[in-house]
């Protein structure tokens, strides 16, 4: 073997000593990310803070006044409560999260503007796409978001808050429950609200108003709460 190929030899050993070196130093299970994409983690993560605050606040606006758009509705302790008269006077699961979807992006719109950081920011308006499933909502949001701080910058586009809430049990249990005063104006169907998946508290208001509260026994936190007017 001539000396200038084992030369090369030895070049070659070094180089892969170095390599395997470098490899073994990295911790194990460490992600390799970007630099651009660590930046300003601190801003992404207020913001997805954020925005599930204002997805929970939507779900609880529903939740404590059973419809947020109609003008049908009677006030219990300064909370405006929506009175049914009918079982298709309770939302529709589509309806009711188109409900939660206008008012989730009345607030999210906010979040860019409270950033509590020294960036430049800037955003356009999110828009929201919201999906149920095995009670739990998604909101799937797009906020352009640009995040600028020393001549370096972060663009965001997706969230994806979501919030554990048995939508369509609540609005099923709520038509069970207008349909069991229909029945007989003088009477609660009883063996009708036994087959409600949810749980009920009843309050006699003025006149023929009642405030009833479904509520889910393994969550006590969770509700939907709404007005039945029956025929006098």
């Known amino acids: 073997m001539q000396k200038g190929q084992i030369t090369l030899y030895l070049v070659i050993g070094v180089l892969a000593l170095i390599v395997v070196s470098m490899l073994m130093q990295r911790p194990t299970g460490a992600p ?75 607030d999210a719109v906010y979040c860019s503007s409270e950033l509590p950081f020294d960036y430049e920011i800037t955003a356009s308006a999110p828009t929201a796409n919201l999906s149920y499933s095995d009670g739990r909502i998604t909101f799937y949001t797009y906020y352009p978001l640009t995040v600028t701080s020393s001549g370096k910058m972060r663009k965001v586009f997706n969230f994806a808050p979501q919030i554990d809430y048995t939508l369509q049990e609540y609005l099923d249990s709520a038509r069970l429950t207008v349909g069991a005063f229909l029945v007989d104006p003088d009477y609660l169907n009883v063996t009708q609200m ?37 025929p006098q």
């Open 32 to 106: 390799i990310v970007a630099p651009q994409e660590a930046m300003f983690d601190d801003a992404v993560n207020y913001m997805r803070d954020c925005l599930t605050q204002s997805a929970q606040a939507s779900v609880d606006h529903l939740a404590l006044t059973g419809d947020i758009l109609t003008e049908s509705t009677v006030y219990i302790k300064d909370v405006p409560r929506a009175i049914f008269r009918g079982e298709g006077d309770v939302p529709t699961l589509d309806a009711a999260l188109e409900m939660i979807r206008e008012d989730y992006l009345a």
């Open 194 to 230: 036994n087959l409600l998946p949810m749980k009920y508290n009843l309050g006699e208001m003025e006149g023929n108003l009642y405030d009833v509260r479904l509520y889910n026994e393994s969550d006590m936190n969770s509700n939907y709460a709404f007005a039945v007017e029956v």
